[in-house]
């Protein structure tokens, strides 16, 4: 017999994973907090704090509710519209349409690669629509990799995290060093953490 998705015992799990979640977050909060006070003379630095911030948690959440492949890809996606929206005053359903056009499932580097060049064609004069192909190219050739040879989903977060830091130095200032060193010690205040919790 199946449970159902109001079973007690879903319910109980359910409340189980939430509470999980919200004890991850904290955690990460205290982190993000303690970087920013740190950094806190430096914007750019404080705007890569957040975006480590929302990376952990969501690579926390899908760990703990055992997102698939998908859902960690779509929720990916999302907040990358969120973001670029925000930072480029275009409207999300812009992106969202590009998304939609795009597709999310791809069994093969061919696929992707055909998807993204169709749409910068179709997007040519808008540098944040090509920005945002750029993107869902990225993040969909590291699923398909990623998927291919077996690797852990955590390998797709770091990539990630290495491109934004690539991006945000492009100009020298931040510097690469000093934002991998951010990444460092996020990393290792969360590992610290989560020793603490045993």
Same mark, same amino acid.
């Given at each position: 017999m199946n449970t159902?998705?109001?079973s007690p015992e879903n319910m109980e799990l359910q409340y189980e994973n939430q509470v999980r979640v919200g004890k991850e977050f904290e955690k990460i909060e205290l982190v993000a907090e303690k970087l920013t006070e740190k950094y806190k003379e430096y914007t750019e630095l404080k705007g890569f704090v957040d975006y480590l911030k929302g990376?952990?948690?969501l690579?926390?959440?899908? #760990?703990?509710?055992?997102w698939t492949e998908t859902k960690v890809k779509e929720e990916l996606v999302e907040n990358e519209i969120h973001f670029l929206a925000i930072d480029s005053g275009?409207?999300?359903?812009i992106f969202k349409r590009i998304r939609d056009d795009f597709g999310m499932v791809y069994?093969?580097?061919?696929?992707v690669y055909e998807s993204a060049e169709k749409l910068a064609e179709k997007y040519a004069a808008c540098a944040e629509c090509l920005e945002f192909i750029a993107y869902m190219k990225k993040v969909s050739l590291l699923f398909v990799e990623a998927q291919r040879e077996h690797r852990d989903i955590r390998t797709i977060k770091e990539s990630l995290c290495k491109s934004r830091i690539v991006k945000l130095s492009e100009d020298g200032n931040?510097?690469?060093?000093?934002?991998?060193?951010? #990444?460092?010690?996020?990393?290792?205040?969360?590992m610290e953490m989560a020793g603490n919790t045993r």
């Open positions: 159902m998705p109001h990376m952990e948690k690579f926390a959440q899908a #760990r703990i509710d055992n275009v409207d999300e359903d069994f093969t580097v061919e696929q931040p510097q690469v060093e000093t934002l991998e060193g951010i #990444r460092m010690e996020f990393e290792e205040a969360m």
